[in-house]
């Protein structure tokens, strides 16, 4: 078997997992791997997408170097199951690995790269009891020894670390550049592909939660790029489907995003928390063109998964016009919710569900909320939590009666969504521009923003939002007692048709005309066809 251990080395070398991971086991089933090949086969695993086997092959692989006396390399594998237990949420496996890394390492009482690797756990429990300065010494201190020892991968893992504390500590533009320099080595491929992948997937997360939306893209497309060169990888290539679902989201290629999400789910056996991620970005998809049933489907399946169906599930009760049960989940999710950047993904949907519930109290706390966050976590221009902030704000004061304010924040809301290419976004925006316009009595505006809102919804395939804006747009005559079927036969008249030719346009009877267009002139204090042409044009119903 020594040609199929060759070969297993051969593959992992050209990352040519599966086959790398075949050889490997082929090899170890005839003869016992040594505890270098071990971690081959271990990486491979993971690679692979066979999480156990991957611990398996660690756990052989630091007995192996224990017996041939290589502590220090079993101090390496029992770094990497300690870690590997601690993100799999098993505390006391990951305790107990990463102690015994400890003890074995004080054995060897000499200096050496693995003391920083060490670090890198103590940083992460600094950081979940709040010792943030003290969780960023710590990671200052693991990056040294890192540079010391020319060991880029441990450099990089720290100095990603150092980016998410100063991030959380909303030093945002400080955290970015630690962040940037971190990718620096990914992106020059001088990281090893577990670790790799593990960054490139922390730094976009880390991007997304402050919206950093222009890195949060350029990291994508380069993690695509990655995934693509090895088509045989399953770990990493998942989660990459789902970042570029939600970016294709924002960008309005509904469609494009949905069948990412899809084949997220799809692709070989997948972690609970990224088959999640996948159905949430599938019913996103669902609610927003209006198919509610499967979205709510989606929803139910991301939450046995384990995943949090919020705030998409409270805005489709929304849309279902089920609003209690809307303000209710939302309330919920966020008394539960403390991380203010978690908070962030759910106080917009709050606000939007507070104000249809009548509880504009409640949605001005929300507004108020996501604008000190923003203030903290600015990324500067464009900024789109501000933007996300401003939203809130026009909609707020619109609520409160005072338009003109409300037109000023809203204006800086849309301008953003513009510039990052969010056409949905931009298009809701519009839509609170014209409520707020027909507040002031600027009805051609008014028109104007709600036809220009219904054009990009159309276009997006967004069927609950088209809805809504061709029935704000036809509110003005309604108000005036018209049915639909009198406004729309109002508009025809205004065209200049007979009564015939409406009646064949709709095919109803002529004598049915008349009496729409009796009620007409009746409900609207008419005397002609000449007046009621005058009046859909002064009303602008045409």
Known sequence: MRGELERGRECFGRRAWAEAWRSLSLADQAVPLRGEDLQLLAQASYMTGRDDDYLRALVRAHDAHLNTGAGVSAVRCAFWLGLSFLFRGETGQATGWLARAQRLLERQNRDCVEHGYLL???????????????????????????VRFAESDLSAMARHQQ???????????????????????????????????????????????????????????????????QPEMVAFTGICRVHRSEIMQLLGAWSDAFEEARRACAHGPQAAKQQAAGLYQQAEVHRLRGEFGAAEQAYRSASQCGGEPQPGLALLRLAQQRTDAAAA????????????????????ACGEIMLAAGDVAAARAACAELEAIAQTFDTGVPGVLAALAAQARGAVELADGRPEAALGALRCAWSVWQQVEAPYAAARVRVLMGLACRAIGDDEGSELELDAARTVFEQLGAAPDTARVAALMHSEALAH?????????????????????????????????????????????????????????EHKLV
């Open 120 to 146: 890198l756990p103590v940083v992460e429990q600094q950081i979940g009891v709040g010792e943030s300065e003290a969780a960023y010494a710590t990671a200052t201190s693991a990056a040294e020894i890192g």
């Open 329 to 348: 989940a939302i309330r919920r999710v966020l008394g539960a919710t403390t991380d203010r950047l978690q908070r962030v993904r759910l106080l917009p």
């Open 481 to 537: 007692g018209l049915s639909p079927r009198e406004l729309q036969v109002l508009r025809m008249v205004a065209t200049g048709k007979s009564n015939k030719a409406i009646a064949n346009a709709l095919f109803l009877s002529v004598k049915t005309i008349d009496r729409h267009l009796s009620n007409i002139f009746t409900k609207l204090d008419l005397r002609s066809r000449a007046a009621a042409t005058a009046y859909a044009y």
């Open 163 to 229: 980016g998410r504390i100063r991030i959380q500590q909303g030093r945002v533009g400080e955290g970015l550049a630690l962040l940037d320099e971190a990718m620096v080595a990914v992106t020059a491929d001088a990281l090893s592909p577990l670790v790799t992948g593990l960054i490139y997937c922390s730094v976009i997360e880390g991007c997304q939660q402050v919206y950093a939306l222009g890195r949060a893209r350029e990291w994508t497309t380069a993690l695509a790029h990655w995934c693509d060169g």
